[in-house]
């Protein structure tokens, strides 16, 4: 049972232009959202965040949306760079799946186009 | 701050051998750790739950005799694959819980049993 969901495996982007990429997930217990980068043979990188008590948190370029009684979260990432390039993932946590205990999505792979 | 170091981060082995993974938070204690485990293509899926002192938390379907987790220090956790074989190969991820409730990974280990 994939308790969270990113339907797009790939997205591509033109360089300059907004980047969406969205997640699902079916556990009305989370209440804590994540987005983390990842380049290959790395580590994920903590992008940015967001609690169940806010509809939307912004970083700079990056900002995260949270839709609670759709169950759904995206990030929006303008202007996408080059650099952005990478595999994102979404996770969430809370409720009975624990404060910490983090279920990720699979993934969506973002290219940038120069 | 906030840096998770993972040593090796590739490692071959002959089947039937262990291999042993280090999972260090270097500017901060780490009560918990959690390791995970990636196959291509898929998601992060939690292995299981390290905790300073005490014996880990293994996830289902985990085989805590095949998979040793200890977690001896407050920045140091190791995970060790014993018996190794080659569906054992996969890419191994660390993650330490600081202040906050994003996780801090480290940049992984590529495991490959021949």
């Known amino acids: 049972d994939q308790q969270v969901k990113q339907n797009s495996p790939s997205l591509s982007v033109q360089e300059g232009r907004i980047s969406i990429l969205n997640c699902d997930y079916t556990?009305?217990?989370?209440?804590?959202f994540l987005w983390y980068k990842k380049y290959p043979a790395e580590g994920p990188t903590f992008l940015i965040s967001?609690?169940?008590?806010?509809d939307k948190n912004e970083d700079g370029r990056f900002t995260v949306f949270l839709n609670k009684s759709a169950k759904h979260l995206s990030l929006h990432i303008v202007p996408s760079q080059p650099g952005d390039s990478a595999v994102y993932f979404c996770a969430a946590s809370g409720g009975t799946s624990g404060t910490y205990k983090y279920i990720f999505g699979t993934g969506t792979r973002l290219k940038v186009l120069a | 701050g906030a840096v998770v170091s993972q040593h090796p981060s590739r490692v071959i082995c002959k089947s039937g051998t262990s291999v042993k993974i280090e999972c260090r938070s270097l500017?901060?204690?780490?009560?918990?750790m959690f390791w995970y485990r990636q196959f291509p293509k898929q998601s992060l899926m939690l292995m299981a739950t390290s905790n300073e002192g005490s014996k880990a938390t293994y996830e289902q379907g985990v085989e805590k005799d095949k998979f040793l987790i200890n977690h001896a220090s407050l920045t140091l956790s190791t995970l060790t694959v014993t018996s190794a074989h080659p569906e054992d190969s996969s890419f191994y991820i660390c993650s330490a819980k600081g202040q906050g409730r994003p996780l801090h990974f480290g940049n992984g280990t590529r495991l490959t049993v021949t």
């Open positions: 556990n009305s217990m989370f209440d804590y």
């Open positions: 967001i609690s169940s008590i806010k």
């Open positions: 500017d901060f204690q780490a009560t918990t």
